[in-house]
């Protein structure tokens, strides 16, 4: 068995070890002679499971009681809808442009109400983040409404924006648990775990309590009210079972690293080996502002389309593979999150070193 260096932006590399427990307890597990896959949800032994995922999960992040954790399905992009069906009330909400996925989800908006868009990187292919100091926030605004980490283009919001008082929403499924996170300071934050904690078809909704009414938007469906998930314990219907089990499994790994701001230290020492190359060499270029870069997704270019394709497929043959760049960035994007080990990004960067000189 030959694993490989897996730069993949999503579904992505999961921790080694998690695998392999998921591998002993795939026909039995714990003595229940059946896989976690055939398990009732509404049996207790699944509850156990479901129960520690979320309490594992509250301990990371340090989730404040009065914030409802729900586990979801429909992908980050369902969420695109669902937010604004159930949050917004005055039918207006201020979207800060920094992507596809945030322009999506403004898109999707634009269905129910008055979507703003209140700063965008669009200009520069949106290789920065716009200042958000300032921001002319509508006085009406619901929530102001933001990508946190770029997975296609490698930005990240370092410092939230002024919300001047309004709620923050904000999309986190490239950067969850990369690092410590205040909360507190969000209203609700969401993200699809393909990228950084699970397999696909799990979305965790971090939702302050308040926000859960029945006051949604008329038409809106029983299965998109957040107040219908957070009744019923994310079971009202039967809920991602096996995908959130693998989601427990990869809690209880992060707590086994020193929790979150362990992981926060090796993820800037593991693209800080990846960013000092880029800066120094004269071949590969990063494609980010410097200050808004992202410590998971690192798009760069040659600059020229065959070197570009000649590199992603000399670096697959050697076993670092999914380095293709996202087709509206063009070049690679190696995305480095929680599970990829510091070795990966070094044999990457000792890669990188020698097609360079291979290459002049
Ligand atoms: C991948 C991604 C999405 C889309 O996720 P789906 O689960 O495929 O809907 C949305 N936002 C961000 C930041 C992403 O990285």
């Given at each position: ?13 999961l ?35 479901l ?6 999960l ?23 809808a ?10 207006t ?18 269905l ?7 700063a965008s ?16 926030i ?19 919001f ?45 979305v ?28 019923h ?16 499994k ?7 690293q ?49 070197m ?8 697959a043959?050697?076993?670092?593979v ?23 990004v ?6 990188m ?8």
């Amino acid at each position: 068995m030959a694993r490989v260096y897996n730069f993949s932006a999503g579904p992505a590399v999961l921790p080694e070890s998690v695998l392999r427990e998921a591998a002993d307890e795939m026909l039995d597990y714990r003595g229940t002679g059946m896989s976690v896959m055939e398990m009732s949800h509404r049996s207790s032994t699944y509850q156990a499971i479901l129960d520690a995922a979320e309490a594992d999960l509250r301990e990371l992040m340090g989730i404040p009681d009065h914030y409802k954790v729900l586990f979801l399905q429909g992908g980050a992009s369902q969420q695109f809808a669902m937010i604004p069906m159930n949050l917004m009330k005055n039918r207006t909400a201020d979207y800060i442009i920094t992507g596809q996925w945030a322009k999506k989800a403004w898109q999707e908006a634009k269905l129910y109400g008055k979507a703003n868009a209140v700063a965008s990187s669009e200009d520069k292919n949106f290789s920065y983040i716009p200042d958000c100091s300032d921001l002319s926030i509508s006085p009406d605004a619901d929530y102001v409404y933001i990508c946190e980490n770029n997975t296609i283009y490698g930005t990240k919001f370092h410092t939230l924006p002024n919300t001047k008082g309004k709620d923050l929403v904000a999309d986190v499924s490239s950067c969850f648990l990369s690092e410590p996170v205040d909360v507190s300071r969000y209203a609700m934050l969401y993200g699809g775990v393909q990228k950084n904690i699970g397999p696909a078809g799990v979305v965790i909704a971090i939702i302050r309590e308040d926000l859960i009414t029945e006051d949604v938007l008329p038409g809106t469906p029983t299965m998109l009210r957040y107040k219908t998930h957070a009744d019923h314990g994310s079971m009202y219907n039967t809920p991602p079972a096996y995908g959130i089990y693998i989601c427990g499994k990869v809690f209880q790994w992060l707590k086994a690293q020193g929790g979150l701001a362990a992981m926060e230290s090796r993820n800037q020492e593991k693209a800080k080996i990846l960013y000092d190359f880029l800066d120094g060499s004269d071949l590969f270029h990063g494609t980010v502002v410097p200050k808004d870069r992202s410590l998971m997704n690192v798009p760069f270019v040659t600059g020229d389309r065959e070197m570009d394709a000649k590199f992603v497929k000399e670096a697959a043959d050697r076993g670092l593979v999914n380095l293709k760049g996202h087709r509206t960035v063009g070049g690679m994007r190696a995305s480095i999150y929680n599970a990829m080990p510091i070795e990966g990004v070094a044999a990457l960067v000792t890669f990188m070193e020698q097609f360079e000189r291979e290459n002049r």
